[in-house]
């Protein structure tokens, strides 16, 4: 292998997603005379645009592709390689691509990202959605024909697909007791189920009281839960990505809570299923989902979003990566791997440093930016024989997303993660309009939920890292009547 290089670079990056762009933008910037190669498959890069620094540990920036000259504009020493991964060879030192090229590197960086978890494999009535550009290519072709879909999965893309598909009627299997369980708690949840209830028109339509049903929450997981219900709701922005449907109904979403999908079967199969006597109840659909509370639903298709697998299959073989339990590359606190002069960033990889109280890796693309910065700072500091730091992004867990367009940020221990029992929640909820909740333990904040134009964002943040006492406060500390912002400033 070692004689076949076609090339040897300094650094190689590979993955065009938004850890692997950031990674390069970082080596290129850090150190200009470097000769980078990016290894990528596709013709376009997922690019950072309108990044916003909100506060310490806060950012805003939206997501573009772009074709990869772009980026070779931008850094005349970046050499884009538009091939597969094939394989890696770590002790030489080598990535062969899958067009059957060798090339060599100094230091490489894995940011090769995550594949859709599929419910089955080869179905062509199933759809794997990873992120909103697979939402808005593939899924939009599938439902400008679709009159009924079933979509399966409770975390961040199927929160936005749910909301977002118009025109025609949505079956939501969930496994949880509340929808958005991996972001929310079931007060969260509650507040934000009218959105699902209710078409999206420019102004807002009347808004149920969200009801709280969280007694059982309460005995299992903390001592206290303290709630100020408040007024009414303003309007409601419609959001930019709308994915249309073949007629133009109502906004119609059921959810079917605590369920999984038990089997999925087309209509040949119905016919010899236990299932066939409901063939006149169910219609005549191209594909059928039998649930795990026995029902069963006829659909135009399925979209699987389930959640992500670390993209590691290229690069195992023949090396001695150790894997973490959740199948990502473990890495150090300098992003480095096992194996050596290899560093991994993104969703390939699991963080596996003793890590900050108030930090946890969920594979967004808040940490892939903020992993491939610092990946790429690393990498080029090793070379340099500088010292580095771990970042202080891994300080507190944050990030700022919209969800039901509302915005949402969620700060520390958000959902209480990892607490004891021993840990209280704060909540204020303004219907239709914001839902606020603060996580503490021991009097101090470690987490806090807000959904809405809360303007708290950077107070609570500062709370959270200062670790003040909030003790004499009590429940004050969510009084509407008080100006927190100046109250802590």
Not at 10 to 26: D, L, N, S
Not at 64 to 87: C, G, M
Not at 132 to 147: G, H, Y
Request: aromatic share 10%.
């Amino acid at each position: 292998m070692e004689n076949k290089k076609e090339k040897t670079f300094q650094f190689v990056v590979v993955g065009g997603g938004i850890a692997g762009v950031t990674c390069v933008e970082q080596l290129s910037s850090q150190i200009p005379s470097a000769d980078v190669a990016l290894i990528t498959a596709g013709p376009h890069i997922k690019a950072v645009t309108n990044y916003k620094q909100v506060s310490r540990t806060l950012e805003e920036f939206d997501v573009e592709e772009q074709p990869s000259s772009v980026l070779e504009e931008k850094f005349p020493n970046l050499t884009i390689i538009h091939s597969a991964v094939k394989s890696l060879h770590t002790k030489s030192h080598c990535v062969e691509t899958a067009d059957g090229r060798v090339f060599g590197y100094k230091k490489l960086c894995i940011c090769s990202g995550a594949r859709p978890k599929l419910l089955t494999q080869d179905n062509p009535y199933v759809l794997g959605i990873r992120d909103t550009d697979s939402a808005q290519v593939q899924f939009q072709k599938r439902l400008s024909k679709a009159k009924r879909i079933v979509i399966v999965g409770n975390g961040g893309i199927a929160l936005e697909l749910v909301y977002e598909v118009e025109g025609c009627e949505v079956i939501w299997a969930v496994k949880d007791k509340a929808i958005g369980n991996t972001f929310f708690d079931a007060g969260a949840a509650q507040f934000l189920i009218p959105s699902l209830e209710a078409d999206k028109p420019q102004a807002a339509a009347p808004c149920k009281r969200p009801r709280f049903t969280t007694e059982e929450q309460l005995s299992k997981h903390f001592t206290t839960y303290r709630t100020f219900i408040l007024s009414y709701c303003p309007p409601v922005l419609m959001n930019p990505l709308t994915l249309l449907a073949f007629a133009q109904v109502s906004h119609r979403v059921s959810v079917e809570y605590q369920c999984e999908v038990e089997k999925i079967f087309t209509c040949e199969e119905l016919h010899k299923s236990p299932e066939q006597t409901l063939r006149p109840e169910l219609g005549d659909w191209p594909v059928y989902v039998r649930l795990t509370n026995a029902q069963t639903f006829g659909c135009d298709f399925v979209v699987s979003a389930t959640g992500v697998v670390p993209n590691t299959e290229p690069f195992l073989q023949g090396n001695t990566f150790v894997v973490a339990d959740d199948g990502g590359l473990q890495v150090d606190d300098h992003m480095m791997t096992s194996e050596a002069d290899v560093y991994a960033a993104g969703d390939v990889c699991t963080a596996c440093w003793e890590q900050s109280p108030l930090w946890q890796q969920m594979r967004l693309w808040t940490q892939a930016r903020q992993m491939g910065w610092y990946a790429g700072r690393c990498m080029a500091a090793h070379i340099l024989s500088e010292p580095v730091e771990l970042d202080f992004c891994f300080e507190l867990f944050s990030h700022i997303t919209k969800f039901f367009n509302y915005k949402v940020v969620l700060l520390g221990k958000f959902n209480s993660q990892g607490l004891g029992p021993d840990h209280e929640l704060l909540v204020r909820c303004t219907k239709g309009q914001e839902y606020v909740k603060v996580v503490l333990s021991g009097g101090r904040m470690v987490g806090a939920v807000l959904i809405g134009e809360t303007d708290l964002e950077e107070t609570f943040e500062n709370l959270i890292l200062n670790q003040m006492d909030l003790t004499p406060y009590g429940e004050e500390l969510l009084n509407p009547d008080i100006d927190i912002e100046d109250y802590f400033d």
